[in-house]
């Protein structure tokens, strides 16, 4: 028989199971106070949320930002940066590059670059010469009267395409840095920062390029490549001087002359002789390396040298068995002038002036070579003899004095020596006041100096590289030489040019162009010491008013 329910559906016991389970949950709400103490309490003491977010320090966040802006403005440089235009017979390609010193270089492929000073500002300006128009080169050789028309045309062509290449420049360093920018931070505000700030610093750049403009800076060209090229794209003495005072007039020169080069493939044009000016080829420290006579002679040939001066260590033992080292002086194809070395030897110095076409200067001797008056002295000391203990400084001013006892006897003659002599630059200081210009070498590195008389002291290089000790080092020694170019009528020194070739092994070759202070143009001239009497206006190397 089924057992029937209790009213209120409870069945027997389900009083049990109600007060158990009331239990457990007491003793669950126990159990979970503590937690819901530490939730309520973190609740009212949690750190905001803002604070969680890491963020970047004011200084870094702006060192970010320049960053992306540099390498975006760099990339858009890069890539879009450039323009090709015409200039006069030429096209060129034109394009700014970020720089430490500013400048301009000019490429002539295949035969070198010309680098400019023209100012100061992170920025530089390439121009690179890509080819010669054949329609227009042959205008001008057909039309040669055209020439005379050239350099407006040339100054309108770079005029134009300076203002083409500005306008891209900005186009290309906004769009690279925005581009960046945006690729970087993914916020439209930040990237069109990184643009902005990178038209400022471009627009900063042309204006410290503007406040430094050099346009004289191509009567000091530095010129890469090709040695026997060079002194037909730098120019003569005489021409740089009195007539390239201008940007515009050496900037339409060197078009034409980049012309002639282009028109003569199998030979280069050779130096033009300029009758107005003495050139002299100062060498030193030849060290008994033979590749110095080659280099001598195609110096002599190319620039037409008139007067080659030796500062002594041709040798490098002094000994007898090199004598025959000595030979091909008589074959340079222009007097040779030469003062003993601290490792020449006497028995060095009297082989040597038993050659044909060699004089040999010491003691303060004087002689007459080329149209000038040239004194020198030995060096008084010879290293290598180990058994003689060395004076020093000491030997060398004695060894000077007695060529400045020369100079003021040949002053005192009416016959003023133009360049004195010596091998150490000890002894070739005390002719300071004595001789508008000295010459010396044995430090194997290049130093030039006005003395506090005003005589102009030049040390030159090793021509022979350190000779046997080029090999020592872990970079072979440059071989250097300086042609020297002096007023023909007043025997003052007017530029000269400082020839560098890559040392052992290399074929990298450099001339660069200098010119005195007073020779600038603008500059006053100012007498010179060794001269006697008030110099003419023209004298300096500036052409006076009315000079031809």
């Given at each position: 028989?089924?057992?029937?329910?209790?009213?209120?559906g409870?069945?027997?016991?389900?009083?049990?199971?109600?007060?158990?389970?009331?239990?457990?949950?007491?003793?669950?709400?126990?159990?979970?106070?503590?937690?819901?103490?530490?939730?309520?309490?973190?609740?009212?003491?949690?750190?905001?949320?803002?604070?969680?977010?890491?963020?970047?320090?004011?200084?870094?966040?702006?060192?970010?930002?320049i960053?992306?802006?540099?390498?975006?403005?760099?990339l858009?440089?890069?890539?879009?940066g450039?323009?090709?235009?015409?200039?006069?017979?030429?096209?060129?390609?034109?394009?700014?590059?970020?720089?430490?010193?500013?400048?301009?270089?000019?490429?002539?492929?295949?035969?070198?670059?010309?680098?400019?000073?023209?100012?100061?500002?992170?920025?530089?300006?390439?121009?690179?010469?890509?080819?010669?128009?054949p329609?227009?080169?042959?205008?001008?050789?057909?039309?040669?009267e055209?020439?005379a028309?050239?350099?407006?045309?040339?100054?309108?062509?770079?005029?134009?395409?300076?203002?083409?290449?500005?306008?891209?420049?900005?186009v290309?360093?906004?769009?690279g840095?925005?581009?960046?920018?945006?690729?970087?931070?993914?916020?439209?505000?930040?990237?069109?920062?990184a643009?902005?700030?990178?038209?400022?610093?471009?627009?900063?750049?042309?204006?410290?390029?503007?406040?430094?403009?050099?346009?004289?800076?191509?009567?000091?060209?530095?010129?890469?490549?090709?040695l026997?090229?060079?002194?037909?794209?730098?120019?003569?003495?005489?021409n740089?001087?009195?007539?390239?005072?201008?940007?515009q007039?050496?900037?339409?020169?060197?078009?034409?002359?980049?012309?002639?080069?282009?028109?003569?493939?199998?030979?280069?044009?050779?130096?033009?002789?300029?009758?107005?000016?003495?050139?002299?080829?100062?060498?030193?420290?030849?060290?008994?390396?033979?590749?110095?006579w080659?280099?001598?002679?195609?110096?002599?040939?190319?620039?037409?040298?008139?007067?080659?001066?030796?500062?002594?260590?041709?040798?490098?033992h002094?000994?007898?068995?090199?004598?025959?080292f000595?030979?091909?002086?008589?074959?340079?194809?222009?007097p040779?002038?030469?003062?003993?070395?601290?490792?020449?030897?006497?028995?060095?110095?009297?082989?040597?002036?038993t050659?044909?076409?060699?004089?040999?200067?010491d003691?303060?001797?004087?002689?007459?070579?080329?149209?000038?008056?040239?004194?020198?002295?030995?060096?008084?000391?010879?290293?290598?003899?180990?058994?003689?203990?060395?004076?020093?400084?000491?030997?060398?001013?004695?060894?000077?004095?007695k060529?400045?006892?020369?100079?003021?006897?040949?002053?005192?003659?009416?016959?003023?020596?133009?360049?004195?002599?010596?091998?150490?630059?000890?002894?070739?200081?005390?002719?300071?006041?004595?001789?508008?210009?000295?010459?010396?070498?044995?430090?194997?590195?290049?130093?030039?100096?006005?003395?506090?008389?005003g005589t102009?002291?030049?040390?030159?290089?090793?021509?022979?590289?350190?000779?046997?000790?080029?090999?020592?080092?872990?970079?072979?020694?440059p071989?250097?030489?300086?042609?020297?170019?002096?007023?023909?009528?007043?025997?003052?020194?007017?530029?000269?040019?400082e020839?560098?070739?890559?040392?052992?092994?290399?074929?990298?070759?450099?001339?660069?162009?200098?010119?005195?202070?007073?020779?600038?143009?603008?500059?006053?001239?100012?007498?010179?010491?060794?001269?006697?009497?008030?110099?003419?206006?023209?004298?300096?190397?500036t052409?006076?008013?009315?000079?031809?």
């Open positions: 028989m089924a057992r029937v329910a209790p009213p209120g409870r069945s027997p016991g389900s009083s049990g199971s109600s007060v158990s389970r009331l239990l457990r949950a007491s003793l669950a709400r126990v159990r979970g106070f503590p937690a819901a103490v530490l939730r309520d309490y973190r609740s009212h003491h949690s750190t905001p949320t803002s604070t969680l977010t890491h963020t970047p320090h004011p200084y870094a966040r702006a060192l970010g930002l960053a992306v802006t540099l390498l975006g403005a760099w858009g440089l890069l890539i879009v450039s323009i090709h235009a015409p200039v006069g017979p030429v096209d060129t390609n034109m394009t700014l590059r970020p720089s430490f010193t500013g400048g301009t270089k000019i490429n002539v492929s295949p035969l070198g670059a010309l680098e400019l000073r023209s100012h100061y500002a992170p920025i530089r300006l390439d121009v690179d010469v890509d080819r010669l128009d329609v227009r080169s042959q205008a001008l050789v057909d039309h040669p055209r020439f028309g050239l350099q407006e045309q040339v100054t309108r062509d770079v005029l134009s395409g300076t203002g083409t290449l500005a306008f891209r420049s900005c290309a360093v906004v769009s840095a925005t581009a960046l920018g945006l690729a970087v931070y993914r916020r439209p505000r930040r990237a069109l920062a643009g902005g700030l990178a038209l400022a610093l471009l627009a900063s750049s042309g204006a410290a390029a503007y406040a430094t403009w050099n346009p004289k800076s191509v009567l000091e060209p530095k010129f890469s490549g090709l026997s090229s060079a002194p037909s794209v730098v120019g003569n003495a005489r740089i001087v009195s007539e390239f005072d201008v940007y007039k050496e900037l339409a020169r060197l078009v034409t002359n980049v012309t002639r080069l282009y028109e003569a493939t199998s030979t280069l044009p050779a130096y033009t002789p300029d009758p107005t000016t003495i050139r002299v080829l100062h060498v030193s420290d030849i060290h008994l390396n033979p590749a110095a080659q280099i001598i002679k195609s110096l002599v040939k190319q620039y037409k040298i008139d007067v080659i001066v030796d500062t002594g260590d041709t040798m490098d002094g000994s007898a068995a090199e004598n025959a000595l030979d091909p002086v008589a074959t340079l194809g222009a040779y002038v030469w003062v003993r070395g601290n490792h020449d030897s006497a028995t060095t110095q009297k082989y040597l002036g050659r044909r076409n060699v004089t040999v200067l003691g303060g001797r004087t002689v007459g070579v080329g149209g000038l008056r040239i004194a020198g002295v030995g060096d008084p000391q010879f290293t290598p003899d180990r058994s003689v203990v060395a004076e020093g400084d000491f030997a060398e001013r004695t060894a000077g004095g060529l400045a006892d020369s100079l003021r006897t040949q002053r005192l003659r009416g016959t003023p020596v133009d360049i004195a002599l010596a091998h150490n630059p000890v002894a070739a200081a005390e002719a300071d006041g004595l001789a508008p210009l000295a010459l010396a070498g044995h430090i194997h590195h290049r130093e030039n100096s006005v003395l506090p008389r102009r002291l030049m040390i030159e290089g090793s021509t022979g590289g350190g000779g046997l000790r080029a090999v020592q080092g872990k970079k072979p020694a071989v250097q030489a300086s042609v020297l170019y002096l007023d023909r009528r007043t025997r003052h020194l007017q530029a000269w040019d020839i560098t070739l890559g040392g052992l092994g290399l074929s990298k070759a450099e001339v660069s162009r200098h010119l005195p202070q007073e020779n600038r143009p603008g500059a006053s001239p100012s007498p010179s010491p060794g001269s006697s009497g008030t110099r003419s206006p023209g004298a300096s190397g052409p006076s008013p009315g000079s031809s």
